[in-house]
């Protein structure tokens, strides 16, 4: 399971009762390796308290047997636009962490404190700097950023968690 790219769609289909580890059991282990790979539970042997605690995990659904082919078409449909979104999430969070990586030492104590509501002429007292020096590398962190405004930046910087923002 570890082996598979993480760009490659998918989900798991497990039952609750498996030799071995339990599809619950196997549930946490595909949470602890953070693989996006969305759960649909099948189960002759179903109960709520079970239906819950799969749920509040995660599970995509809970399906209970016998169950007709379109439940488990709809829940496989669903766990892979699921699994697309998450795909999506990490290219994106892959894309601002190549671009922050490019931003010089300066520019991102600039981005921080710009991010975390600080005036150009308060970033400028806070490091020693003039103020046009600070609107220079506000302006090359936002180019390099991809950012249009300080709001996109301020949240490029919250998916980025970064801790002045």
């Known amino acids: ?69 379109q439940e488990i078409l709809d829940a496989i449909a669903s766990a892979l636009e699921a699994n697309r979104a998450h795909r999506q999430r990490g290219m994106v969070l892959q894309t601002l962490q190549e671009r922050y990586g490019t931003l010089t030492s300066r520019e991102r104590e600039v981005m921080g404190l710009v991010c975390a509501g600080k005036l150009n002429k308060e970033v400028a007292a806070s490091l020693g700097l003039s103020e046009v020096t600070v609107k220079v590398h506000r302006s090359s962190a936002m180019r390099k950023m991809a950012a249009r405004t300080v709001a996109e930046l301020s949240r490029m910087a919250t998916r980025l968690e970064l801790r002045d923002s």
Do not use: H
């Not at 599809?23 to 996006?36: D, F, H, N, S, T």
């Not at 539970?41 to 239906?51: P, Y």
């Open 1 to 69: 399971m570890s082996d598979a790219p993480k760009d490659t769609p998918g989900c798991i289909i497990a039952d609750v009762r498996m030799p071995g580890l339990s599809g619950l059991e196997l549930q946490g282990a595909v949470a602890r390796l953070a693989a996006g790979l969305p759960v649909i539970f099948i189960t002759g042997f179903g109960d709520v308290r079970m239906s819950v605690q799969a749920m509040k995990a995660g599970a995509i659904d809970f399906l209970e047997k016998p169950y007709r082919d």
